[in-house]
């Protein structure tokens, strides 16, 4: 981007008003500007946007003086730029000149701009540029593309926007951060909290459910934090959101509810829901295990569940508990699913460092597999320094024999780290 001696600026002034800003660093870092370049008493419109954005500030200062006779489309995002330089007098230069170019159809242009810039901490000037448009440009300030500055423009507009537009950001934004400010907004007014419980963001729901009397109603909430606060409310209330759990039918939430809450006497609802049709409800039903059964025997077979989600909670279960390494290589083959492979594999490595060496160099030439393999291995090896144990000789024999697989340089690194002289020759 901007690699070229010729920058298109007629695309630049129709296209995003942010990749001014971008345009500003890379004119500094670009080989093809000299340091010593003038303007001249008449520039081209290029070598303008270039002076404009040089690294001479004495250039920059000219460039200014002379972008605020001009009237091309990349005065006002130039001048804007500018505003922000690092050197006062410039930026004391360039803010009345560009104040004057801005009328409001301007502005509304260039908050895309103007909400980037912000982020050049040289002072609040161009927060108070923003926060000033935005009763005259509010429409195009919450619709920004950039993530922080619409959700900057949110946090200003919230004295702006009425109950009905708050509600609707509230409940329906693609944003969660955005959702959260608006219904936030709402409960410090005491409003809408019934529509806020129902579909507000989670953190929303939570400070809502503190508001009114329906903490039993949401101890099966799909939201983990929401049924936290229901658990607390119901407890505090002298309840036991355990007992409700048991009384509920099984879903993906009664048994989450149940594994935060119950106690070992409730391991076998919960393996029983380990063969739900669900996949969703068998995965909910090992994450409760690993806390009130943590030593069940009955979550080994799901390491070759058909689903994905599944076979994460159970490597998850079985992390740091002995699993039989045989076995465990042989899911390795290539006819299991690869979910199941990764799986497998991840627990190998998660034995001890030589199983994990070994789990490593065996698949280097697997298709499906080898990346992950790749990069575990040179993590091993800078980790290797730290090692003080040998394998036992039978797997170190079997090491051996798939150093074949690396470079030799590699192969005698991973031969010192075991104790063993390199090879002769090598």
Partial sequence: ?????????????????????????????????????????????????????HANGHLREAAVLELAVRDDPEVVPLLLVRCVDWVRPIRDLARPLVLSKLDKPTLRAMLPLIGVLRRRQVDDWMTALFREALPHA???????????????????????????????????DRDLVVRTLCGTALLDRGECVEELLAAGAPK????ALTLVDRAGECLADRSAAVRSMAQALVLKAGGDPAARYRAMAVSPASIAG?????????????????????????????????????????????????????????????????????????????DQPLHTRRAAAALLRDRDVWTRLHTDLALLRDDDLADSAHRDLHTWLAQSAGIYSTPSPELAAEIEALLVRVPEGLARRIRFTLGRPAAAGG
């Fill in 1 to 53: 981007m901007f690699e070229t001696e010729q920058p298109d600026l007629d695309a630049l002034a129709a296209g995003d008003p942010r990749r001014w800003a971008e345009f500003d660093v890379a004119v500094r870092r670009a080989w093809w500007v000299s340091w010593d370049m003038r303007l001249g008493r008449r520039p081209s419109r290029d070598v303008l946007a270039v002076a404009a954005c």
């Fill in 138 to 172: 509010l429409e195009a300030a919450l619709a920004l593309e950039d993530r922080e500055s619409r959700r900057w423009a949110h946090r200003e507009a919230l004295g702006l926007l009425p109950r009905e537009r708050l509600l609707d950001i509230a409940t329906r």
């Fill in 204 to 207: 929303v729901r939570m400070r």
């Fill in 258 to 334: 149940l594994g935060e809450t119950g106690t070992a006497a409730d391991a076998g609802r919960l393996e029983q829901a380990l063969t739900h049709e669900r996949p969703r409800v068998r995965a909910t039903a090992v994450r409760g295990l690993r806390r009130i059964a943590p030593e069940s025997a009955a979550v080994r077979p799901l390491l070759t569940d058909p689903s994905p989600a599944v076979t994460r909670q159970v490597v998850a279960f079985l992390r740091g508990k002995p699993v039989d390494s045989t076995a465990l290589r042989a899911l390795l083959a290539a």
